[in-house]
């Protein structure tokens, strides 16, 4: 079956539930040498020994349980309601009309307190459900390993990554190390705690299945881990962790035909969350990199063939802003990026990711090709304008 015809749907996992985890994994088998004693012999006969073949041993899986239990409080409840404004819908406007068009919706996840005074890391899809609430129009209670609820407040959130920053005003909170994310080797141990479909403090094992997945259509910013630890509806934005109890990811979509467990999850990796959560507490946004004033589109086999380029790689310039630093930077419209600062342009997304991790105020160097011939040129690196807590 060709990857095609899989009905392959990316679920975000919050959308109504509070999510869970789980993780497959292996056993490792030791082999331990036994000796044996040489047999009598007679006078005339040297003696001889023979080594007998080595019993192999079945090792037992490792124990998290001690770390499960340093873990699994500092990942909470975070249950949201928004007022949104309903969709054109006839059925509405024959019950209600003229009525506000307005309606609550909910949405139940996990969160992951990373700080003792109360921050807690979590998706920005548990915050804001579908994504047409103000954020001024949303409600948000976390609800603690200790049974305690309190409000929070949203400090930022950051769609290009699917991540959210709320404060609870709380203190001695038990808060989850950080862990470097780079380290992280396929095949290496991890657990997922959350809350799936309600059922509180559920912690799933599994193994790290890839690492820096950035081509999977979720968000434009974010650098996943891939992981078959169990993760359901409801573990949105709750924690991924390595054996040794640190914080390496934050729980954040799956891929499934029937919309539960398949073995293949998504987290954002810490070290990115990490920079996430700096940049909104600091700013209350994430602060990216950014061309202003110029478009660009995928680059088809036609695109290219008209440009004498000879394969798909890089992004077409579609529209440029008269007068804009990029125009005067020298860009046209017309031109394919095939080069930002010195890696090679894919596609869309990776230029995209590119650009906004680039230094705000620095000069980037671009090469194009333009006619069939490549031309080097330096264009600012802008500040991104984001949308700001409503």
């Keep these: 079956m060709t990857a095609r015809r899989l009905l392959l749907a990316v679920l975000l996992v919050a959308s109504g539930f509070a999510g869970g985890l789980a993780f497959l994994g292996h056993i490792r088998a030791e082999e331990q040498a036994v000796a044996q004693t040489p047999a009598p012999s007679r006078a005339t006969t040297p003696p001889a020994t023979a080594a007998a073949p080595a019993p192999t041993v079945a090792a037992t899986p490792p124990d998290f349980s001690g770390i499960a239990q340093r873990t699994v409080p500092a990942v909470v409840n975070v249950s949201s309601e928004q007022i949104v404004r309903r969709r054109a819908d006839p059925f509405f406007e ?93 095949a290496e141990w991890v657990l ?37 630890a169990a993760i359901n509806p409801g573990n949105s934005g ?38 996430v959560v700096n940049d909104l507490q600091q700013f209350g946004e994430v602060r990216r990199g950014t061309i202003r004033s110029m478009s660009v589109r995928a680059l088809t086999t036609l695109n290219a063939r008209q440009r004498g380029a000879d394969t798909t790689q890089g992004v077409l310039v579609w529209q440029i802003l008269a007068g804009s630093s990029a125009a005067r930077a020298g860009l046209e419209p017309g031109d394919i990026i095939v080069n930002f600062n010195g ?4 596609e869309g997304r990776q ?40």
């Design 192 to 228: 997922a705690i959350g809350n799936p479909y309600q059922l509180s403090e559920t912690v799933t094992l599994g193994i790290v299945s890839a690492v820096n997945r950035t081509d999977i259509d979720i968000n434009d910013f974010g650098k996943f881990i891939q992981t078959d």
């Design 351 to 390: 230029f995209r990711r590119l650009v906004g991790e680039a230094a705000i105020g620095s000069t980037a160097r671009l090469v194009v090709l333009r006619e069939g011939r490549r031309v080097e040129l330096k264009v600012p690196i802008e500040q991104r304008t984001q949308q700001p807590v409503r």
């Design 238 to 275: 709750g924690a991924l962790i390595n054996a040794s109890g640190e914080l390496v990811g934050i729980n954040t979509a799956i891929f499934s035909q029937s919309g539960g467990y398949q073995g293949i999850g998504f987290a954002v990796a810490s070290n990115l969350a990490r920079q």
């Design 94 to 186: 024959f019950i209600d009309p003229g009525g506000s068009g307005l309606s609550r919706e909910n949405s139940l996840g996990s969160g992951v307190i990373v700080s003792r005074d109360g921050y807690i890391l979590t998706n920005n899809h548990v915050v804001t459900g579908d994504g047409r609430a103000s954020l001024r129009n949303v409600d948000i209670t976390v609800t603690l390993s200790d049974k305690r609820e309190m409000p929070a407040r949203i400090i930022g959130v950051d769609p290009g990554t699917d991540l959210a920053l709320l404060k609870v005003e709380a203190g001695s909170l038990p808060a989850m190390p950080w862990g470097d994310s780079e380290r992280l080797k396929v």
């Design 343 to 346: 890696t090679d342009v894919v």
